[in-house]
């Protein structure tokens, strides 16, 4: 019992030796901590740490005015694309207007020639209105044209006969037209045995054609005593 008893002391020395080892380290340790911070604090207080603020006045001094700032940049070049943008703006509206001005020209240079051309129709127009309105629409001095029937005289108004051949003579002596160039729309009694009334009309005036009276005299045929122009043609 002794024997273990001396064994275990023996353990436990050890084990307070290595402690006072370590204790002893630890404190040495934290006595070079403390000298070399103390050393820091008494031969380095004269000079100020270099802060942040240090570097980048620094870094701007050695770049120098001359440097333009990257946002300041990008607003010069952007001022400069709108004035280039402004440029060629100006100058396409100015194409545009130019075009649309060369554009109405034409367009008041077809309207014009269209103008010109209805002018000259009309003109036409108004010349052949002229030349039929120079045909007689009233009471003129006609003659007789003739005939080759007897008395005594019975009209007729079967077609191709003496006396149809006749009164379609005498329509065509008093309006001025051939019997070529006619439309001979009707031949109808003019309300006695000696008087008839014809309606005809060339191809191009068939809307508006003439309405011829015509009387018969004894011996020397039928002589036109009137001649109307329709504002319609009743039998077309």
Do not use: C, H
Request: hydrophobic share 25%.
């Amino acid at each position: 019992m002794s024997q273990y008893g001396s064994y275990t002391r023996r353990s436990e020395l050890r084990k307070k030796r290595r402690m006072n080892i370590w204790l002893n380290g630890l404190i040495g340790v934290a006595v070079l901590a403390i000298l070399f911070v103390g050393g820091s604090m008494i031969f380095g207080g004269g000079s100020e740490p270099v802060t942040q603020n240090d570097t980048n006045q620094n870094e701007e001094q050695d770049n120098g005015p001359l440097n333009i700032p990257e946002a300041d940049a990008e607003d010069e070049n952007t001022e400069e694309s709108n004035s280039v943008f402004n440029i060629n703006t100006a100058d396409n509206e100015e194409n545009n207007l130019n075009n649309n001005n060369e554009g109405n020209s034409e367009n008041n240079n077809e309207n014009n020639e269209e103008n010109n051309n209805n002018d000259v129709n009309n003109e036409n127009n108004e010349e052949n209105n002229d030349n039929n309105d120079e045909r007689p629409e009233t009471e003129g001095n006609w003659e007789p044209i003739g005939t080759v029937q007897s008395e005594p005289f019975t009209i007729s108004f079967e077609r191709g006969s003496t006396n149809w051949n006749e009164m379609v003579q005498a329509l065509t002596y008093a309006t001025g037209l051939s019997e070529d160039e006619m439309t001979l729309w009707r031949i109808e009694n003019g309300g006695d045995q000696k008087s008839a009334v014809g309606t005809l009309s060339t191809p191009e005036n068939s809307n508006t054609p003439y309405q011829v009276r015509i009387e018969w005299v004894t011996n020397e045929g039928w002589m036109p005593v009137s001649v109307e122009r329709l504002n319609s043609n009743p039998y077309n």
